[in-house]
């Protein structure tokens, strides 16, 4: 079953230091990689994907994600936090196995202290 | 503007009574799906929709219904709520794989807390 972890409930930073939240997947086949970002009493809202390619990819407000097939991992970074960047973080994973499933981690609290 | 609404945003009901949640879309999305969020499970997929008059499960569909008769519509039907269907709803929608548009993105909406007593 595909599934993914999200290892830390909460990770915290100080403003201007770099940030990485952790994510690691299991799946059957490529994995469709996602990484979403929830604002207090907000929807989700996307920051960025890995389909195939490179295996940096950049996404919205400066993020960027790492994928690692070796280790099954899409670490989320940003070289830089923001105390704007504190909110819940995502990662999720397509089930490539003919289905439309998406399933999510179970979300890492980011707080970036001035 | 490209959204996906939600309505009710907040309900508060009883054990057995049947409500509907709506979901809507403007940007002509085939995909459609209702998730659920509980602390500490994170968001967990209830049904989902290819298309018109096609739906499939999520992995925790008990207790909810969906229907997909048009294309921008995918309700959420709870026949007969219980407390631990106590819960923040999310509809999601994005274009279908495999199209040229397609970003595999999914467009949430704003939520609906739901509170069964």
């Known amino acids: 079953a595909q599934s993914v972890a999200q290892p830390e409930d909460q990770v915290n930073v100080a403003e201007g230091n770099p940030l990485t939240v952790k994510c690691t997947y299991s799946?059957?086949?490529?994995?469709?990689l996602f990484w979403y970002v929830q604002y207090p009493n907000r929807g989700l809202q996307f920051l960025l994907k890995?389909?195939?390619?490179?295996?940096l990819v950049k996404g919205s407000y400066g993020f960027e994600a790492e994928f690692n097939k070796s280790q099954t991992s899409f670490h989320l970074k940003k070289p830089s936090a923001l105390v704007s960047d504190s909110a819940l973080y995502f990662c999720?994973?397509?089930?490539?196995?003919?289905?439309?499933?998406?399933?999510f981690g179970t979300g890492t609290r980011l707080k970036v202290l001035a | 503007e490209a959204q996906v609404t939600q309505n009710p945003r907040y309900l508060i009901t009883v054990t057995g009574k049947k409500l509907t949640v709506t979901c809507s879309q403007n940007m002509n999305h085939e995909y459609m799906s209702w998730y659920r969020q509980d602390p500490g499970l994170g968001l967990r997929q209830i049904y989902y929709?290819?298309?018109?008059?096609?739906?499939d499960k999520g992995d925790v569909p008990e207790g909810y219904k969906v229907s997909r008769k048009e294309k921008r519509n995918f309700p959420l039907i709870l026949e007969s709520p219980s407390p631990n269907q106590t819960s923040l709803y999310f509809c999601?929608?994005?274009?279908?794989?495999?199209?040229?548009?397609?970003?595999?993105?999914?467009?949430f909406g704003p939520g609906t807390r739901l509170t069964v007593l």
């Open positions: 929709s290819m298309n018109v008059e096609v739906t």
């Open positions: 890995y389909i195939t390619g490179d295996n």
């Open positions: 999601a929608s994005c274009a279908a794989s495999g199209r040229r548009t397609s970003t595999d993105t999914q467009y």
């Open positions: 799946v059957s086949g490529n994995p469709y």
């Open positions: 999720a994973v397509r089930d490539m196995g003919g289905t439309y499933k998406y399933i």
